[in-house]
């Protein structure tokens, strides 16, 4: 089993950056695609961005593109999201999660994909 834990949330004002990390272990050849999505009170978690482990591909929703850049460190099995140009609708809890082999795109963008998940970590942007 897959242990996933996030840091780096925190509060920020609009268009400042954070960087949010999560640290596995537990690692399993199974697991394929990292991914990070957001939930804010009253609403269902989305998808905000995710990375092939092993291939580097990384897919964003349209809302964050430009701004966040998923990465990652092999050597620390640290996932790692830079968030730049925060807006007011970027406050949510972030939580980081694992899946094994997806096909398809729609897939790795499917918060049902993922088996594993972080505790979440909160982040806050104000005006």
């Known amino acids: 089993q897959v242990l996933l834990v996030e840091s780096g949330g925190g509060l920020v004002q609009t268009g400042g950056s954070l960087r949010l990390s999560c640290a596995a272990s537990g690692w399993t050849s199974s697991t394929s695609y990292m991914g990070w999505f957001r939930q804010t009170p009253g609403k269902e978690r989305e998808f905000v961005a995710a990375?092939?482990?092993?291939?580097?591909?990384?897919y964003y929703a349209d809302s964050v593109k430009g701004r966040f850049t998923i990465f990652f460190d092999s050597t620390k099995n640290t996932v790692w999201l830079q968030m730049n140009s925060l807006k007011l609708e970027d406050t949510a809890v972030y939580f980081c999660?694992?899946?094994?082999?997806?096909?398809?795109?729609?897939?790795?963008?499917?918060?049902?994909?993922?088996?594993?998940w972080g505790q979440g970590t909160r982040v806050t942007v104000s005006s």
């Open positions: 999660a694992a899946a094994g082999n997806l096909i398809t795109a729609a897939q790795v963008m499917s918060v049902n994909s993922y088996t594993e």
């Open positions: 990375i092939l482990w092993r291939g580097g591909s990384t």
